[in-house]
Structures are given as structure tokens and as C-alpha cells.
């Protein structure tokens, strides 16, 4: 079998289908992720898709919050030559994060975190935040705005979430639209199939 058999190429990034033997080898050996990190949601497409339009500095230090399988902090790795942290609640999805990051030929560090433990201090060291796919529960609306409002106290320089346009997104994203001057923006992708969301950004300067 080639390399090629089984992966995917979109937006410069290679991501394994089901049927890849080194996916299938970790899901047999992996307890299986338990808060929906169970597999590539589109929204990470959707992030993609806005910063191929909106680059990030070259060596950008991003954080990517509830990163499950982690590859929109890949695709900032290998695009934009970014040190990314990834963090999630749930242990399972890392070593989902590394079998991508290795064969996309990056490195990610990773941590272990809810997204209420993620302190203001510790965001001061990120220029970008970024986050697909994480406001998928009524709880979260509230969660992921307060996470939102410590960044901006951290002095984040910018933060994007992209989502498929569930109700606590909008929720969260409208009172971002009112209280923090953030844009709400529709997105839409070609590859690796068509993915509709919205991509919620706030420029801290
Ligand atoms: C729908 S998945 C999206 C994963 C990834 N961003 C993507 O686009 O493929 C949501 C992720 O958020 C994580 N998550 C859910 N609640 C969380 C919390 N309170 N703190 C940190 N991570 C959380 C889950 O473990 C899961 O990996």
C-alpha cells in the first residue's frame, strides 16, 4: 500500500480516513475520546478555510482551545510556521493529535484542560486563540464567553472560533457581537467537501 492510500489532502494538511491501518490500529488500542473528540469535525475546515484568506504572522503563538484531534493547530503549524499548544478536556484525543501531527511532520505541545481552568495568565503567552467546534452545549455558551473575556484581559491579539452554527454558538457569538466588538462572519468550504458555519473573530488591539 502507498503512503497516499487511505489520507487526505486539503488545505495543505493530511488527515487519515477510517480505513487508514494506523487509524484503525490506535482505535483498537485507545479508549475511545469521551466529549466528541471521536473524530475531525468540519469547523476545523472552516478555520482554514477564514486563515487562508486572513494569514497569521509567521512563528505565531496560538492556543487551540478543545482541540480534539487537533487539526486546525496542525494546519497553523505547518502553514504559518506557528508554536502551538493544544488543550482538551479529554485525554483520549491526543493520541489521535499526534499520529496527524506526525504525519503532517510537525509538533504540537499538548495539555490536558477544561476550558474553565485555562487562567488569564496563562493565555497572556498566545498571540491567537483558536477554537473549532466547542460551544456545542447550552453550558458551554456561558463557559466559552467567560474563557473569551479572560483572553481579551490577557491581551490576546486575536481569537477565532468557527462552528457549524449550533444555538450556544450564537448565543455565545452574539454577546461577543455586543460586548466585545467581534464579527461574526459566514464561512464556507469546498474541500475537503462542502462545510457551512460561521466564524466568530475578535481583533484585540
Ligand atoms: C466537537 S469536538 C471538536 C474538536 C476539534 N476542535 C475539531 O474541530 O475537530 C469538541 C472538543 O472540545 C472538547 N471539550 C468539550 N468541553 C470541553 C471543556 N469544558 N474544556 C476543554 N475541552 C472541552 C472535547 O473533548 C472535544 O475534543
Redesign the pocket.
Known amino acids: 500500500m502507498s503512503a497516499t492510500t487511505h489520507t487526505r489532502q486539503a488545505y495543505g494538511v493530511t488527515s487519515l480516513t477510517s480505513r487508514h491501518p494506523d487509524l484503525r490500529h490506535l482505535k483498537k488500542q485507545q479508549t475511545e475520546?469521551?466529549?466528541?473528540?471521536?473524530?475531525?469535525?468540519?469547523?476545523?475546515y472552516l478555520?482554514m478555510e477564514y486563515l487562508q484568506k486572513n494569514p497569521l504572522q509567521d512563528g505565531a503563538r496560538i492556543l487551540?482551545?478543545?482541540?480534539?484531534?487537533?487539526?486546525?493547530g496542525i494546519y497553523c503549524a505547518k502553514t504559518f510556521n506557528a508554536s502551538v499548544t493544544a488543550?482538551?478536556?479529554?485525554a483520549a484525543?491526543f493520541p489521535y493529535l499526534n499520529l496527524l501531527a506526525e504525519h503532517n511532520q510537525v509538533a504540537i505541545t499538548t495539555s490536558v484542560?477544561?476550558?474553565?481552568?485555562?487562567s488569564q495568565k496563562e493565555m497572556s503567552r498566545f498571540d491567537v486563540i483558536i477554537?473549532?467546534?466547542?460551544c456545542?452545549?447550552d453550558e458551554?455558551a456561558e463557559?466559552v464567553f467567560h474563557l473569551i473575556d479572560r483572553a481579551i484581559g490577557a491581551d490576546v491579539g486575536k481569537i477565532i472560533i468557527?462552528d457549524p452554527q449550533r444555538p450556544p454558538f450564537t448565543q455565545m457569538a452574539e454577546r461577543c457581537v455586543d460586548e466585545h466588538y467581534a464579527d461574526l462572519l459566514a464561512i464556507e468550504t469546498s474541500e475537503p467537501r462542502r462545510f457551512t458555519g460561521s466564524a466568530l473573530v475578535i481583533e484585540n488591539n
Open positions: 475520546p469521551s466529549i466528541h473528540g471521536n473524530k475531525l469535525w468540519g469547523s476545523c478555520l487551540d482551545i478543545g482541540c480534539g484531534w487537533g487539526l486546525g488543550v482538551d478536556a479529554d484525543v484542560k477544561r476550558f474553565e481552568h485555562i477554537g473549532a467546534d466547542i456545542f452545549w458551554l463557559t468557527t
